[in-house]
């Protein structure tokens, strides 16, 4: 009862879920873009790009933290809720790139070429034939995300540790502070408990979403 009544879980819950689902959201369709016009345009640089890509895979995020830290200080984005967003969009965004590029390359380029000879423009085609079409896999890469932004703790700690007055707080971080910062190992283990609960919900989410898709 105490979790709930005098250590602000609500306030922790908002800010997890908020950072979560716009960073989700907003990084899933970027990618989603450069995933199709890698998969699908031909133009001068191509391969650097993807190749960009990948070379993030092998950079870790925690290694970056100094200069991540730098550059929200000068945008004036420190401890705030869009800076922890700003960060988490742009994390984890190559295996999504992959996932996303390598399923396109699936897609018969016939269907999309039909549809452009009916006066489809390239947007259309995007929106009408091949996001319908990848839905399944487009909903993976957006539980595959969510769960990631959701469970995140180590980076956004280091960078904020929640912010003035826990302004940024999230879950996550509340649970590791209460660990291994005051020590108060049944609080943290509350929070733990919480954020598997929630694990639990995105991932019967995701059963379901897939089973819909499916039909």
Not at 10 to 32: C, E, K, P
Not at 126 to 155: C, D, G, H, K, W
Not at 184 to 199: E, G, P, Q, R, Y
């Amino acid at each position: 009862i105490t979790i709930f009544t005098k250590l602000n879980i609500g306030r922790y819950f908002a800010n997890s879920l908020i950072v979560t689902v716009i960073s989700t959201v907003f990084s899933v369709f970027v990618v989603s873009l450069a995933a199709y016009v890698s998969a699908r345009i031909e133009f001068r640089g191509k391969n650097l790009v993807t190749l960009m890509f990948a070379s993030t895979l092998f950079i870790p995020s925690i290694s970056i933290s100094f200069p991540i830290y730098r550059l929200l200080s000068d945008l004036g984005l420190k401890d705030t809720l869009t800076g922890v967003i700003f960060v988490y969009a742009s994390l984890g965004i190559a295996v999504t790139f992959f996932i996303l590029r390598s399923y396109f390359l699936s897609i018969p380029k016939e269907m999309e070429e039909a549809a452009m000879m009916d006066g489809a423009t390239d947007w259309k085609v995007y929106t009408r034939i091949t996001l319908p079409v990848i839905r399944p896999t487009l909903i993976t890469a957006l539980v595959m995300q969510s769960i990631e932004y959701f469970n995140m703790v180590t980076l956004i700690f280091v960078l904020t540790a929640g912010g003035p007055f826990n302004a940024t707080q999230t879950l996550s971080v509340a649970a590791y502070q209460n660990g291994f910062s005051y020590w108060h190992m049944d609080i943290a283990a509350a929070f733990s408990v919480i954020i598997f609960l929630c694990n639990i919900a995105f991932s019967a989410v995701y059963v379901r979403l897939l089973k819909a898709a499916d039909d």
